[in-house]
């Protein structure tokens, strides 16, 4: 049996225990509300919750993959990991290539995109800030946002993204099926997150061939290499994230030099058939 996400890989690996399934593999694509920002009040306590159903879960699970050596690093300084277990840290999930195929860049306005759910922890409030800033700025630049509202905790209200809208300093597109065409009309692609697992958009947006700016945090440091195709900034820092755009703006010839080095890594780290490759091997399945 092989589980991913909180849910499945706590309950779900805990029943295949009881039912004597013979091999079971939990995959940790990330750590989320509960391990992210501050641990007071409901955080800390839906963390103390969390830490117990993973250490009892766990200890039944033959393998463990994580996407990014920090949350394993957590997980051991918890005392969350079996010492029986094969434990493993894999490039994400990986991106298809092939359906996120390179695409030339439109430079004409620079577009920045960010693509994520409506979550305080995903950076979307620095994100609109730095947009705010930059608008007052440039006239030649546009600032979109995609992405659905979330009822998590930490989920921000339909208003505050309308205000920002009506403002006129972002434009937001809501949740979308298919996020290529919004990837391929941007010219660099922003995802000022907190922390993730490894985050899919941004190997998405450099499949196609995008410069990145993320944030030196965990599961997103790990995409970017700093000035090569991309820049990284520190969490919740609307004033780094300003000054990491405007590179882009003063120097527009980044935007192609860059993205076409995140392709290259892409293919060469991400690829979906080799971050497999390496999970059946572990697992032991040719």
């Known amino acids: 049996m092989f589980s991913y996400t909180i849910k499945p890989v706590i309950w779900g690996t805990l029943v295949a225990a009881s039912c004597k399934v013979p091999k079971r593999v939990a995959l940790i694509t990330g750590l989320g509300y509960a391990f992210t920002g501050e641990a007071k009040g409901k955080r ?27 949350d394993k690093a957590d997980f051991e300084t918890l005392g969350l990991l079996p010492s029986n277990s094969l434990i493993k840290v894999v490039n994400g999930s990986g991106v298809d290539t092939n359906r996120f195929a390179p695409q030339p860049v439109n430079p004409d306005p620079l577009k920045f995109l960010m693509i994520a759910r409506l979550l305080a922890d995903k950076g979307v409030r620095e994100y609109a800030a730095a947009a705010k800033v930059l608008q007052d700025k440039y006239s030649n630049v546009e600032f979109h946002l995609v992405g659905g509202l979330d009822p998590n905790p930490v989920g921000l209200q339909k208003d505050e993204i309308l205000e920002w809208v009506e403002n006129g300093f972002l434009k937001w597109w809501g949740a979308q099926g298919d996020v290529r065409p919004f990837i391929t009309d941007c010219s660099v692609y922003v995802l000022p997150s907190y922390r993730e697992g490894t985050p899919r958009t941004v190997l998405e ?8 700016i993320t944030t030196d945090a965990p599961g997103c440091r790990e995409t970017v290499y700093e000035g090569d195709n991309g820049f990284l900034v520190p969490v919740r820092s609307v004033n780094r994230l300003v000054i990491a755009m405007e590179k882009f703006i003063h120097s527009p ?18 690829d979906v058939h080799k971050v497999n490759l390496s999970m059946f091997k572990a697992m032991g399945i040719d």
């Open 44 to 70: 800390k306590l839906i963390k103390g919750i969390a830490c117990n159903l993973y250490r009892q879960s766990l200890r039944w699970a033959h393998c463990i993959f994580f996407q990014n050596p920090d």
């Open 205 to 212: 947006a450099m499949a196609i061939g995008r410069a990145v």
């Open 253 to 270: 010839e980044l935007i192609e030099s860059m993205g076409s080095r995140s392709r290259e890594i892409v293919v060469e780290k991400y």
